[in-house]
């Protein structure tokens, strides 16, 4: 199983650098134009289907990448962003100054791992090859587990449609490459597909 971990297209609550856990914010501009860009660079990706978060920024994004694929479109409450409790909303300066006083991390990062990826491997039992459009605190949750902690949540910011490639073999995820531009991510996959063939 090859699973491509898409962070959606560009907010402004992104640009502003505020979490924005659950809340249910659009793209701007420049997300949408982010989201058919990376639909151009993935057009001949051999996809099955296609995963995304409930949340509209992932779900217009997802939607995009879609009409580009025409793979079966699939969304999963599972893939949502993480919540962030009482810090959602806030800046980095604000958020660093709460948690300095008060202890509210929000949804386990654990748990976020275990929900991704029971979703993802769902879908992997009959979907060989998935795009997974989700948020950048449950992807980086999912890196984390994959890598060991060597990459993922608090030492990875994604970029707004980078790709991430998992694959699943001899029983366990992998990290083939994480946090690349759609162009980039297109000429990695089709290296290491070359390579396993």
């Not at 860009?37 to 099955?48: E, F, G, I, V, W």
């Not at 995009?64 to 810090?87: M, Q």
């Not at 029971?118 to 795009?131: D, L």
């Given at each position: 199983?090859t699973?491509?971990?898409?962070?959606?297209?560009?907010?402004d609550?992104?640009?502003a650098?505020?979490l924005?856990?659950?809340?249910?914010?659009?793209?701007?501009?420049?997300?949408?134009?982010?989201?058919e860009?990376?639909?151009?660079?993935?057009?001949?990706?051999p996809?099955d289907?296609?995963?995304t978060?409930?949340?509209q920024?992932?779900?217009?994004t997802a939607?995009?990448?879609?009409d580009?694929?025409?793979?079966p479109?699939?969304?999963?409450?599972?893939?949502?962003?993480?919540?962030?409790?009482?810090?959602?909303?806030?800046s980095?300066?604000?958020?660093?100054?709460?948690?300095a006083?008060?202890?509210d991390?929000?949804?386990?990062?654990?748990?976020?791992?275990?929900r991704?990826l029971?979703?993802i491997?769902?879908?992997?039992k009959?979907?060989p090859?998935?795009v997974?459009?989700?948020?950048?605190a449950?992807?980086?949750?999912v890196?984390?587990r994959?890598?060991?902690?060597?990459?993922?949540?608090?030492k990875?910011?994604?970029?707004?449609t980078?790709?991430?490639?998992?694959?699943?073999?001899?029983g366990?995820w992998?990290?083939?490459?994480y946090?690349?531009?759609?162009?980039e991510?297109?000429?990695?996959?089709?290296e290491?597909?070359?390579?396993n063939?």
């Amino acid at each position: 199983m090859t699973v491509y971990l898409i962070r959606h297209g560009e907010t402004d609550w992104n640009r502003a650098l505020k979490l924005q856990g659950r809340e249910d914010v659009p793209l701007n501009a420049d997300g949408l134009r982010q989201a058919e860009a990376c639909a151009a660079a993935l057009k001949t990706l051999p996809a099955d289907c296609v995963l995304t978060s409930p949340l509209q920024r992932a779900k217009v994004t997802a939607q995009i990448i879609v009409d580009t694929l025409g793979a079966p479109f699939y969304t999963d409450g599972r893939l949502i962003e993480r919540d962030f409790g009482a810090l959602s909303g806030f800046s980095l300066k604000d958020r660093a100054a709460y948690i300095a006083t008060v202890r509210d991390a929000g949804e386990p990062l654990d748990a976020v791992a275990d929900r991704m990826l029971e979703a993802i491997e769902e879908y992997g039992k009959k979907f060989p090859r998935i795009v997974a459009v989700s948020h950048g605190a449950s992807i980086n949750a999912v890196l984390a587990r994959c890598s060991g902690g060597e990459i993922g949540s608090g030492k990875t910011l994604l970029l707004n449609t980078g790709v991430s490639r998992l694959s699943h073999r001899n029983g366990r995820w992998q990290v083939d490459f994480y946090n690349v531009p759609a162009e980039e991510a297109m000429r990695l996959s089709h290296e290491l597909d070359s390579e396993n063939t």
